[in-house]
Nanobody, 129 residues
Framework: VQLVESGGGLVQAGGSLRLSCTASGLTFDDYVIGWVRQAPGKEREGIASYSSNGGNIYYAESVEARFTISSDDGKNTVYLQMNNLKPEDTADYFC???????????????????????WGQGTQVTVSS
């Protein structure tokens, strides 16, 4: 299984970025694809998840009004559109995948991101004030 992220970078506060994650080596419908971030000195935070089987989408409260997760199922690719970025969004952002057990699996993974099975290499997002 391989998860390849792209799209990070440096942006000013209030700006936008879009991250992409392309998955290979897995059956897309059988997995939840999520985004997890980790800021320096802080724990991992699950922020968004998507399951193509049922179209279930979940967000952490910290990003729900500003970030949007979407997908191109035909390309096994999940996107994270991040708007109105804040300096506190600065972190390494990881794409992760875990088995979909129920329609609520994505919510579980956001609360417990360490339960994701597969991880991408991460992409850095820096938001300047």
């Amino acid at each position: 299984v391989q998860l390849v992220e792209s799209g990070g970078g440096l942006v000013q506060a209030g700006g936008s970025l879009r991250l992409s994650c392309t998955a290979s080596g897995l059956t897309f419908d059988d997995y939840v694809i999520g985004w997890v971030r980790q800021a320096p000195g802080k724990e991992r935070e699950g922020i968004a998840s998507y399951s193509s089987n049922g179209g279930n989408i979940y967000y952490a409260e910290s990003v729900e009004a500003r970030f949007t997760i979407s997908s191109d199922d035909g390309k096994n690719t999940v996107y994270l559109q991040m708007n109105n970025l804040k300096p506190e969004d600065t972190a390494d952002y990881f794409c992760a995948a875990g088995p979909r057990f129920t329609a609520y699996s994505g919510r579980v993974y956001i609360s417990n991101p360490d339960q994701f099975t597969y991880w991408g290499q991460g992409t850095q997002v820096t938001v300047s004030s």
